[in-house]
């Protein structure tokens, strides 16, 4: 087998300086409550997002399954700069989304012009939806969020009916979305019971 040429120098630096500049999705907390108690970090939930992504793997059919991760990865890069807004917090059009993007351009700064070109193009084509892949990726986004709330270990007074609507638009897209939804929502109908 051919051995590839030597990367560029100035390519292998500005990949590293990315990738050290995305290591903050590590300490960026999220408002998800682990099952041991502990505020999640943006990083914990793209790792089980991208986990569910690979799971569901024969239900996925002609989907594209690398493009399918990378735009599981690149969903939230962005808040390794100005941070998570809660779930229970966001509100359609409040200017989150450029924010976000913004971030994203800036995080990317480091990048060579074809992998920044691409990271954000991945981020546009997430948010718009604006593919079979992105449906899926932001169904899942959704549902990865709802699932971690039935798992969490949440304070006293925690609303469990937030998840019977969280995020409807998106996992109504396709049927396997759609299928996964109607199992969270059975189980938060036990918790919205359950709780006092």
């Known amino acids: 087998m051919e051995q590839p040429a030597a990367i560029d120098a100035a390519r292998l630096e500005g990949i590293a300086a990315f990738v050290q500049g995305a290591e903050k999705l590590k300490d960026t907390l999220r408002s998800g409550i682990t099952s041991q108690g ?3 970090s943006t990083a914990e939930h793209s790792w089980r997002l991208c986990l569910m992504a690979m799971l569901f793997d024969r239900e996925l059919g002609e989907i594209d399954r690398l493009k ?5 990865i690149v969903h939230d890069l962005g808040e390794a700069i100005s941070g998570d807004v809660p779930a229970t917090l966001q509100v359609e059009g409040d200017g ?3 924010q976000e993007r913004a971030d994203l351009v800036t995080l990317c700064a480091p990048l060579p012009d074809d992998l920044r070109e691409e990271m954000v193009a991945l981020w546009d084509e997430y948010s718009a939806a604006a593919s079979p892949e992105a449906i899926l990726a932001k169904g899942f986004d959704k549902l990865e969020t709802m699932l971690q709330h039935l798992v969490g ?3 006293p007074g925690f609303d469990y009916r937030f998840n019977l609507d969280y995020g409807a638009k998106h996992t109504a897209r396709h049927p396997l979305l759609r299928q996964l939804r ?3 929502d059975l189980e938060t109908q036990k918790r ?3 709780t006092p």
């Open 38 to 40: 502990r505020a999640e």
């Open 68 to 72: 399918l991760l990378r735009l599981c």
């Open 96 to 98: 989150r989304a450029v």
């Open 153 to 155: 270990k949440n304070p």
């Open 182 to 184: 109607g199992l969270v």
């Open 192 to 194: 919205v019971t359950a």
